[in-house]
């Protein structure tokens, strides 16, 4: 079940560990756009929960996939992206 921010925003996955919180966003890649369009939305509930770094797994089904870990930044926040 996804979690609901305050204004009934969905998040894929919440981890509360030792009171820290954890942001994981979940994709199927479906293209650049659409993965993008996934970071903005992990920024956002970053931005709900005054975080500064989350988590997004994306699920690349193709056979010629670049898999591996990157960061990326956009503005004040660090979104760390595994590909699989």
């Given at each position: 079940?996804?979690?609901?921010?305050?204004?009934?925003?969905?998040?894929?996955?919440?981890?509360?560990?030792?009171?820290?919180?954890?942001?994981?966003?979940?994709?199927?890649?479906?293209?650049?756009a659409?993965?993008?369009?996934?970071?903005?939305?992990?920024?956002?509930?970053l931005?709900?929960?005054?975080?500064?770094?989350?988590?997004?797994?994306?699920?690349?089904?193709?056979?010629?996939?670049?898999?591996?870990?990157k960061?990326?930044?956009?503005?004040?926040?660090?979104?760390?992206?595994?590909?699989?």
């Open positions: 079940m996804e979690a609901r921010t305050r204004n009934q925003e969905r998040t894929d996955l919440i981890v509360d560990y030792l009171g820290t919180q954890f942001i994981i966003e979940m994709k199927i890649w479906r293209g650049n659409y993965n993008e369009r996934g970071e903005e939305q992990l920024t956002e509930y931005d709900h929960y005054h975080l500064k770094k989350g988590y997004m797994l994306s699920f690349n089904f193709n056979r010629k996939k670049e898999i591996g870990l960061e990326i930044r956009l503005g004040d926040k660090i979104l760390i992206e595994a590909v699989v």
